[in-house]
């Protein structure tokens, strides 16, 4: 079975799973990134959208990007808000956003997927453009943050080391 199958099958459980990553991740992100103001972030791996409200508040607009479609539709069907779009792309492939159009990348629990990563940094350096990205950006810590899509990492391993004793 291949990922994008597997992500399609677990579309109809993956919000009410027992999932503490997915849980501490939520948590994790919205204490990262709740006092920022985007003008437009561009988010990978979106899923069922459990991050894109948050995303909502604190952007002008939000492009979700998921390879699976039942995953995206779940998302679409919990997420109304006006300044989000959804779109169903393989962000292995060139991704649907043009150059410099993003002010913030964000991408939780989706890298682990992905074998080459270098095409990926090479996407998100390629939507965000550095010169406009610091014009755009409304704060220090989004600048702080433009370069590290998967900066969650280190919090959550942190704390599940804590967890665990
Ligand atoms: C563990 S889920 C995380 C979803 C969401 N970011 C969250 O934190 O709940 C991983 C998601 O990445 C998506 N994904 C994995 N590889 C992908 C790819 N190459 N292109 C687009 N989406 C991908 C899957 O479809 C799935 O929805």
């Given at each position: ?69 039942a995953m995206t539709d ?92």
């Amino acid at each position: 079975m291949s990922v994008k199958e597997a992500y399609s099958e677990w579309s109809a459980t993956y919000d009410v799973d027992r999932n503490l990553t997915r849980d501490l991740d939520r948590q994790v992100t919205r204490e990262s990134l709740e006092h920022l103001h985007c003008k437009s972030i561009v988010e990978i791996g979106c899923g069922t959208g459990k991050n894109t409200p948050l995303l909502a508040k604190i952007a002008e607009k939000v492009l979700a990007i998921d390879f699976s479609q039942a995953m995206t539709d779940k998302a679409k069907e919990k997420i109304q808000a006006d300044n989000v779009t959804f779109s169903v792309a393989d962000v292995t492939g060139e991704w649907p956003c043009a150059d410099q159009s993003a002010d913030l990348i964000v991408c939780n629990l989706v890298l682990e997927h992905v074998a080459d990563l270098s095409f990926i940094f090479s996407e998100a350096f390629r939507c965000l453009g550095s010169t406009r990205a610091r014009k755009q950006t409304s704060s220090a810590k989004a600048r702080q943050l433009r370069f590290k899509p998967s900066y969650t990492t280190y919090p959550i391993l942190q704390r599940l080391q804590k967890r665990m004793g």
